[in-house]
């Protein structure tokens, strides 16, 4: 368990990497902004408001760990007792006075610990009780996660906390709600809490968890072995313990007459926000990032503006970072900003460069891009499409340097030359093997300075 000797709040910076100059007619302006998070910055304002926090035991928090109870967790019996003792570590691993629950998934949700709809505070009585109870857990019934998350959300909501969290563990399809019932469900906690998503084995549908950890803006990712959980969750629950400022909002002012085209996070993940956007006053926007610690984190930032004069320039967006206070509508800037600018030139040099950060992430989400649409593809028996989607993910995963990435790649076809993207398709693809492969085509690299 984390200690901490005193409250703090990460202190955030921002900078933005981009070619401003553009060629007489212009008008598509692209930046990468990258957002800093370090810890042990001074407390000031809302952020850091004493009731926010546990003292001496840094940011208040409140944790649900949703795990799957449905029937197919008996297929083998050592999942579920993997479950439990994956969960038992993650509940050793809360921090003194954090605020938890354990929920059991099946066809509804249950309050395992502590009931009486309340949360537990965690001490060593508490994670002990927690423990025994997840003793008596059993598999039975269906898959309907849409109700684990809107437990989860009424337990989590009933804390006066600075950071909600979740976990949610499942082995099977969401078979027992309509994809219309999880959807609305992701719709109503957006916002309200992130969670972490894991699919345990191969039995279970990749972009339903996908789907829920980006609603949630958290993780998703495979556990293929049942015996690995316990370092996954501990793992997980050691990041949620790190997490100091929660509902973070990239803001984004842009002038008169410009468009906003796409505001994307693309490191460590690439992950659309542009939909998600939230007018917050005359031409400013909100784009959620959920909760921080100390961490750093890459936005791609396109917008359309006005096209100008030779020798002219204007400031085409002002990115800040704020916590939006949903009571009355105001928000917490966090004293970070970056601008974007626009220069129209002559000098087709100047206006021709691309600058590195951009190009390296504007590969990086077409590599997650094509990698599912190849995947998609294989499985719809379109064999030429899905090896020239793979080729094209093998060349750019080359060239980015992303070689997680391409050892995935690697399982899934094999590699005739990576340079040119030449490729055949393996003829017997383990499932796990192309499950981890979709689970995480999104995760990225840094751009190499």
């Known amino acids: 368990m984390a200690n901490f000797s005193k409250p703090t709040v990460p202190r955030f910076s921002v900078d933005v990497y981009q070619n401003e100059y553009l060629p007489e007619g212009g008008r598509e302006v692209n930046a990468v902004v990258t957002v800093s998070a370090t810890g042990g910055g001074t407390i000031g304002g809302a952020v850091g408001a004493p009731h926010l926090y546990s003292p001496g035991r840094g940011p208040a928090a409140a944790v649900a760990v949703m795990v799957d109870c449905s029937g197919s967790m008996n297929y083998p019996p050592t999942k579920l007792r993997h479950a439990r003792e994956a969960t038992a570590a993650a509940v050793d691993t809360l921090r003194d006075g954090v605020h938890f629950a354990v929920i059991g998934g099946t066809h509804a949700a249950a309050e395992v610990y502590p009931g009486g709809g309340r949360l537990a505070v965690a001490s060593d009585t508490t994670r002990a009780q927690a423990k025994q109870a997840l003793r008596r857990l059993s598999a039975g019934g269906g898959t309907a996660?849409?109700?684990?998350?809107?437990?989860?959300?009424r337990l989590l909501s009933s804390a006066d906390v600075t950071v909600?969290?979740?976990?949610?563990?499942?082995?099977?399809?969401?078979?027992?709600?309509?994809?219309?019932?999880?959807?609305?469900?992701?719709?109503?906690?957006?916002?309200?809490?992130?969670?972490?998503?894991?699919?345990?084995?191969?039995?279970?549908?990749?972009?339903?968890?996908?789907?829920?950890?980006?609603?949630?803006?958290?993780?998703?990712?495979?556990?293929?072995?049942p015996a690995a959980l316990t370092a996954d969750f501990t793992a997980m629950m050691e990041t949620a313990m790190g997490k100091e400022v929660a509902d973070v909002a990239l803001r984004l002012w842009t002038p008169v007459g410009t468009t906003v085209r796409f505001v994307k996070q693309v490191a460590p993940s690439v992950e659309d926000l542009t939909d998600r956007r939230t007018e917050a006053g005359p031409r400013a926007g909100d784009y959620p990032t959920g909760s921080w610690g100390d961490e750093s984190r890459d936005y791609h930032v396109c917008v359309e503006v006005?096209?100008?004069?030779?020798?002219?320039?204007?400031?085409?967006?002002?990115?800040?970072l704020v916590v939006p206070r949903a009571a009355d509508g105001t928000a917490?800037?966090?004293?970070?900003?970056?601008?974007?600018?626009?220069?129209?030139?002559?000098?087709?040099?100047?206006s021709t460069r691309i600058n590195p950060q951009v190009a390296h992430y504007t590969g990086q989400a077409e590599l997650a891009h094509v990698i599912q649409q190849g995947l998609d593809l294989r499985k719809a028996g379109d064999l030429d499409g899905a090896t020239a989607k793979l080729g094209r993910a093998v060349q750019l995963a080359g060239v980015s340097g992303n070689a997680d990435t391409a050892k995935l790649l690697a399982k899934v076809v094999d590699v005739v030359d990576a340079a040119a993207g030449t490729v055949r398709l393996k003829a017997k693809v383990e499932e796990a093997d192309e499950m981890t492969l979709e689970t995480r085509s999104t995760k990225t690299v840094r751009v190499k300075k």
Do not use: Y
């Not at 996660?145 to 959300?153: F, N, S, V, Y």
């Open 145 to 153: 996660i849409g109700t684990w998350l809107r437990l989860a959300d």
């Open 164 to 225: 909600r969290h979740g976990i949610l563990l499942t082995d099977g399809r969401n078979e027992h709600e309509s994809p219309e019932d999880l959807r609305a469900a992701l719709d109503d906690c957006a916002g309200r809490f992130t969670c972490d998503a894991r699919g345990v084995g191969t039995d279970w549908e990749v972009k339903e968890v996908t789907q829920i950890a980006s609603a949630l803006l958290g993780t998703a990712d495979i556990v293929a072995d």
């Open 306 to 320: 006005p096209p100008a004069g030779l020798g002219q320039e204007m400031l085409a967006a002002r990115v800040s």
């Open 332 to 350: 917490e800037n966090l004293g970070a900003q970056g601008l974007v600018r626009a220069v129209w030139t002559d000098d087709v040099a100047a």
